[in-house]
């Protein structure tokens, strides 16, 4: 199992802003299963990207390697035009 959320505003933020990666098993009443997603929040709003049904683990992997990239491209953009 792993189970992780990570502040992301500065401590002294009245923000609530957090990632939290997980992957364990889950019971939703009918058995249960494996549940894999990140979350990213920010104050009310949260984006989850999770390992659907029709998913293999090693394609979550892949859109988890996507989001990296694109998030690196833009902070290199970012960073760039201040």
């Known amino acids: 199992m792993y189970n992780k959320r990570t502040w992301i505003n500065k401590?002294?933020?009245?923000?609530?802003g957090n990632v939290v990666a997980f992957d364990g098993e889950v019971d939703w009443g009918?058995?249960?299963t494996r549940s894999i997603f990140l979350s990213v929040s920010d104050c009310n709003v949260s984006a989850r990207l999770?390992?659907?049904?029709?998913?293999t683990v090693e394609d979550f992997i892949?859109?988890?390697?996507?989001?990296r990239d694109e998030i690196n491209l833009f902070i290199n953009h970012l960073e760039a035009n201040k």
């Open 50 to 55: 999770h390992k659907s049904h029709d998913d």
């Open 30 to 32: 009918d058995g249960k």
């Open 11 to 16: 401590d002294n933020s009245p923000s609530t």
């Open 62 to 67: 892949d859109k988890m390697k996507l989001l």
